[in-house]
């Protein structure tokens, strides 16, 4: 079954997936990104990416350096520019039309946007990279994915992770972990397995938005997906409602 519903793609992409062994930005995976993107775009994808800045910085580390919790999310957010920067112009060198939309202005390169701005960038093929958080600390980064997906008013909110999927158990841990194809919200809750937080969740719900768990450390993945679910698992807010049945 492939899921040609879903036309409008929020994508969530950690730091941590764009970073190399040896520096903070791996040069084939950036590569491989770009031609998925692009692949996809010619499949008439609208595509949006939430950048994280794990591979530049990481929250955890504000303990060791006696930084409180609001500067180290400031420092966050500004790092998640600097990916988004690099996207933009990896993008752009495959030909591309990319533009970065940031929660605070970053003069000649990030700007905000109002929502119906943003839609109509994805309706004329410009691939829209958010950037800077919502500006406002301690807030998660699922949340953050939520708030965009809805204000795109995105068919699928795609969380790019390790693992193929959603299982019910850590598989990197337990051999025997069972992969889950489809589950819905109040599953995923229920049963404790990560997927999202539930401000994420709700916020999804509301907009009858679900929520693709694939592996994103290989970008073909994504193409994958959307041609056989069962490469991931699908988060549905209900089962009656799967898209792209």
Known sequence: MALQPFKRLLVKLSGELLSGENGVFSASYLNELSEAVLRLR??????????GGGNIWRGRDADLLGINGTDADYIGMLSTAVNGLMLKSCFESRGLKAELVSSFLIEGTAYRRHPSEIRNLLE?????????GTGMPHLTTDTLAAIRAVEI???LLVKLTKVDGV???????YVDACKYDVLTFDEAVQKSLGVMDLAAFALLRD?????AVIKGTDPMEL??????PSKGTLVVPNLEEVHGE
Do not use: R
């Not at 010619?42 to 990416?49: D, L």
């Not at 299982?167 to 841990?173: E, H, L, S, V």
């Not at 907009?207 to 929520?211: D, G, S």
């Open 42 to 51: 010619n499949e008439g994808k609208q595509i949006a990416f939430v950048v």
């Open 223 to 228: 193409i994958a997906f959307l041609h056989d």
């Open 153 to 155: 008013s995105a068919d």
């Open 207 to 211: 907009k009858n938005i679900p929520v």
């Open 167 to 173: 299982y019910d158990k850590d598989p990197i841990k």
């Open 124 to 132: 004329n093929q410009v691939t829209v990279i958010f950037v800077g």
